[in-house]
């Protein structure tokens, strides 16, 4: 694996500073690594992302989020930290914070504050609210789930409303935040000028449940928690086939779809019943139909199953776990995956990486997860800050007591 930046990608030419902790910042400056950004990750001396050492699952959270950047250390609660980040900020292109609401201000190196110092600064700031009644409140991913009524849309009905399983609501706010880095980007080409860009939270799980807002507005009432069908075809749901935790999401949205379901498990007799002749009368039945094919696949093969819809061309897919994508064939062949040693041990792990391709452009991993503070030194003085100021911002505690 290469260590070095590779000029041939699109963003090879953006320098990125990010503060950012657990998923939202993070997420978004590993986007623009992928495709090439040279992403400085700004971390507290000592400890770092608070991430790093959450549990069982925080290093993993953290390498794959982090990857392809370098690390460096700062105190931005001392004078020294905060001028070594000014004079960082002064050449860069981008800053990335997902800090609490007003920390960057208070600490003087927020929008404003930078924008003085280089008026061409493109400053994404990711919260939970945009601001509004909402907005001096304390943002994170289960907050905008709930609030936006993504969990009461997820499970099932008449149980607890169900978080989804990744941090959703925080990964929608960092990618409508690129999206808007990558238009300021754009402008600043015509005018030179940079801009504030806000990534929020809420709005961006609320702007996801836009088709069930305008459902419950037209028709006065809330639909039901979706489970895994939805409320537009019949069949469409997940089956347990053969083994006790084998899944497989089969769904039947076209009139060409039903006979060619019939003839892959066997049940071509179905076909002369009133009660599945079209699509309404399906939907109408959903509750019977569904059951008759539940009990018809719960003995069978799940792989045998499932190629035998594929060759009807019936939307099919097993219910995968995680560990089912380590070594995906598909994954590899498109050359998705990230190979990486892990900045805790060592160890070679793999993730996806950010699905941006093109005509010669493509995602690409180059760095290593960084240890703490790992290029610290190296960054200051590609920087062309000399061996005597980093000295010196080191002896009046710009990178920690150390």
Known sequence: MSTEP?????????????????????????????????????????????????????????????????????????????????????????????????????????????????????????????????????????????????????????????????????????????????????????????????????????????YWITYADRYGEDHPSLGSSHPTWSLYDVFRVGGEDAWLFVGVTTERHWPALCRAIDREDLLADERFDTADSRLAHKTELTEIVAEELRPRDRETVQQKLEAENIPVAPVNDPSDLVDDDHLEAVDIIAKFDSATDGEQLKTVMTPVYGDNMAPQQRLNPPKLGEHTAAVFRDAGVSEADIEDFRERGAFGDS
């Open 6 to 210: 590779s000029g041939g990608q699109p963003l090879s030419d953006i320098t990125v500073l990010e503060l950012g902790n657990i998923v939202a910042g993070p997420f978004a400056s590993v986007m623009l690594a992928d495709l090439g950004a040279e992403v400085i990750k700004v971390e507290r001396p000592g400890s770092g992302d608070v991430i790093r050492g959450a549990g069982e699952t925080g290093p993993p959270m953290f390498d794959a989020l982090n990857r392809n950047k370098r690390s460096i250390e700062l105190n931005l609660k001392n004078d020294a930290g905060k001028q070594a980040f000014s004079n960082l900020a002064d050449t860069a292109d981008v800053i990335i914070e997902n800090l609490g609401p007003g920390v960057t201000d208070r600490l003087g190196i927020g929008y404003d504050d930078l924008a003085e110092r280089n008026p061409g600064i493109i400053y994404l700031s990711i919260k939970g609210f945009l601001e509004g009644p909402h907005g001096d409140r304390a943002g994170m991913d289960v907050v905008a789930e709930a609030m936006s009524g993504l969990m009461s849309m997820t499970g099932e009905q008449g149980r607890q409303p169900v978080r989804v399983g990744t941090s959703i609501a925080d990964m929608g706010a960092a990618m409508y935040g690129i999206m808007g880095v990558l238009i300021a980007l754009r402008e600043r080409e015509r005018t030179g000028q940079g801009r504030k860009v806000d990534g929020p939270l809420f709005e961006a799980a609320a702007s996801w449940m836009g």
